[in-house]
């Protein structure tokens, strides 16, 4: 049922990873994969292992971004929430309240984890106050 859960230090700042753990909204429960705390806000992540490739390049399916939309928009306290996919373009949306949803080509091997990094130490930046957090994916 539950997940492993981390806290470390980073920057100054108490940072809680978890895996499985979830969330509370104001209709049902959700269980992103991973989530990344700091203070009320979080970031979450959620492997998706479909591909669309009915366009140019691998690209997240329609139905992952929906599942990132339902994370972000029903879980207190969720930011962004990101799709993690083994295609080759990442895409993300800025919501207007400064926050986003997305998808993260992650390929076992082949690169992409330099997006996720970066959309990571995105948010850790944005720990600092109201206002600084994702609000740009690019």
Known sequence: AGGCVVRVAVGGRDVTLASQGGGRSYSLAFRPDF???CGARSLVFDAKYQVDESGDGARAP???VV???AYRDAIDGVEAAWAIFP?????GWDAPDGGAVGACALRPGGGGGEGLATLVA????GCDGPGEGINSWR
């Not at 295609?87 to 895409?91: A, I, K, L, Q, T």
């Open 122 to 125: 995105q948010f850790l930046r």
């Open 87 to 91: 295609g080759d373009v990442s895409e």
């Open 35 to 37: 989530t990344v705390r």
């Open 62 to 64: 329609r139905d992952a």
């Open 67 to 69: 599942k990132m939309h």
